[in-house]
């Protein structure tokens, strides 16, 4: 190939490029620094809405009972959250006493996303009574699972004898 022919090559998709990038650049806003993107698990859910659909506030997470809390984030419809939440609910069946449970619909309460740094559903949050994270899940998780990693950080915070 002669050098006069690359030159043209190499000039040509150099306007491609840089036509393709000023496309997308000003068809696709940049995400603003410090925004929690929440990244939904299963192909059939849609992302939540950029206002609160609730009027009721989002519950309060610790729940204030004195407890550790298992928190599911979920949003309904999804196969991957059911499932997670019937082991939630197996899970604190097992350790009532010892622990809170709560569902939250990211759905109904966006704000959760940014405030529990939310990036798929289900995630699963295990929070001391004092507010401070203990343990963390992302994803579909079985009730082995979560009834072996929430017991290992209850354990660990002394709040439940092992």
């Given at each position: 190939m002669r050098p006069v022919?690359?030159?043209?090559?190499?000039?040509?998709?150099?306007?491609?490029?840089a036509g393709t990038i000023w496309y997308y650049a000003t068809r696709?806003?940049?995400i603003p620094e410090g925004a929690t993107l929440l990244r939904l698990s299963c192909a059939d859910c849609s992302p939540p809405a950029s206002q609160a659909n609730s009027k009721e506030p989002m519950p309060a997470i610790p729940t204030g009972s004195g407890l550790p809390c298992l928190v599911q984030f979920e949003v309904p419809g999804s196969a991957e959250c059911e499932s997670a939440g019937e082991a939630l609910?197996?899970?604190?069946?097992?350790?009532?006493?010892?622990?809170?449970?709560?569902?939250?619909?990211?759905e109904e309460f966006p704000q959760a996303g940014t405030e529990w740094r939310l990036h798929i559903v289900p995630t699963h949050v295990l929070v001391s009574p004092e507010g401070e994270e203990l343990w963390r899940h992302e994803g579909a998780i079985t009730e082995d699972e979560l009834l072996e990693g929430v017991s290992g950080?209850?354990?660990a915070s002394g709040s439940v004898e092992s």
């Open positions: 022919y690359t030159l043209t090559l190499v000039g040509v998709a150099a306007v491609v490029a696709y806003p940049s609910e197996a899970t604190g069946s097992k350790l009532e006493g010892a622990l809170d449970t709560l569902r939250i619909d990211a950080a209850v354990d």
